[in-house]
């Protein structure tokens, strides 16, 4: 989304719900199965959920680019159905359908925060926000400025809404003073340790991040990439650690932890990726960019 557009973003989807674990696959599972399910008066019934629950399920499906909208015979854009990676990831035969693997959850964090739509805030949130530390009336602020420089009109009770379910993705509810009934059930994203909550004070995990597969990191890196190298064959280390949107800045990295992962690539990609260094400068070359880069890390990882 460029600058001064006021395409504005299906705020509230969500109905004030983070994902709960089993959300995602049952919302696959309900598509493959009946691809307008989503529009049927009796979809809550199916999905054994609440009516506002199964509204919500439907949004964190598309926001997480799981499931993607898609016209009908009859131009109907309300029918859903599964992305590469979503059947790729929970089909029938899925990687990980029941997100046992705590990678796929990182891979779902990348998706979610690079999606420019209905993950705006989260993408705005861990693309441009540089303070590490900061209150929930700072982030608020900060939503408000980028949302006025996109050409985005919505309300601050809309943001305010909007920012306390991203805090809620990843902070865990025992953390949070006065969390009712509905919010005690915690996001799955909540397991990667992204966000701390002490004294009012939210706080990013700047550093490594063990449970982060090379692959995944790699897979979104080739995303990364893919978007914002053409002519050129060459990116540098900085760009990768702190570009808006860039891995490094979305998992949170520091430095050595993406130079870690950069030579760990290496080897991964044959050396179709590799490190040089020249005259100080630290750049990464690529030998070829392709979507099927990051598609070939994961068949790898999940095996």
Avoid at 68 to 78: F, Q, S, T
Avoid at 188 to 212: C, H, Q, T, W
Avoid at 220 to 233: G, Q, W
Wanted: a negative charge.
């Amino acid at each position: 989304m460029q600058a001064g557009t006021s395409s504005r973003p299906p705020f509230g989807g969500h109905e004030k719900f983070v994902f709960r674990q089993g959300w995602l696959k049952k919302g696959l599972d309900a598509a493959l199965e009946d691809p307008s399910v989503f529009v049927q008066q009796d979809a809550f019934v199916r999905l054994g959920v609440g009516k506002n629950m199964a509204a919500s399920i439907r949004y964190w499906g598309l926001a997480t680019c799981l499931l993607e909208d898609y016209a009908g015979d009859k131009g109907n854009m309300r029918l859903v159905r599964p992305t590469k990676l979503g059947q790729a990831l929970l089909g029938p035969q899925g990687w990980d359908p029941y997100l046992e693997d705590t990678g796929s959850l990182w891979l779902i964090h990348w998706q979610l925060a690079t999606n420019t739509g209905r993950g705006l805030v989260w993408h705005l949130t861990f693309s441009r926000y540089f303070d590490v530390e900061f209150s929930k009336t700072r982030l608020i602020e900060f939503l408000e400025r980028q949302f006025e420089h996109l050409g985005i009109q919505t309300t601050r009770a809309m943001i305010e809404r909007e920012v306390e379910v991203f805090l809620r993705t990843y902070t865990p509810a025992q953390s949070r003073k006065g969390a009712n009934l509905e919010e005690t059930l915690d996001c799955p994203l909540v397991d990667l340790n992204l966000l701390k909550l002490s004294d009012e004070m939210y706080r990013f995990d700047i550093g490594a991040k063990p449970s982060l597969p090379a692959a995944v990191f790699g897979y979104a890196l080739s995303e990364y990439l893919h978007t914002k190298v053409t002519s050129r064959r060459t990116v540098t280390v900085d760009e990768c650690v702190y570009q808006p949107g860039s891995p490094g800045q979305i998992f949170k990295l520091d430095e050595n932890s993406v130079m870690a992962y950069l030579e760990t690539l290496e080897t991964l990609t044959n050396g179709n990726l590799q490190l040089q260094e020249t005259a100080g400068l630290r750049q990464v070359y690529i030998r070829e960019i392709s979507e099927e880069a990051g598609w070939k890390l994961l068949r790898g990882y999940y095996g």
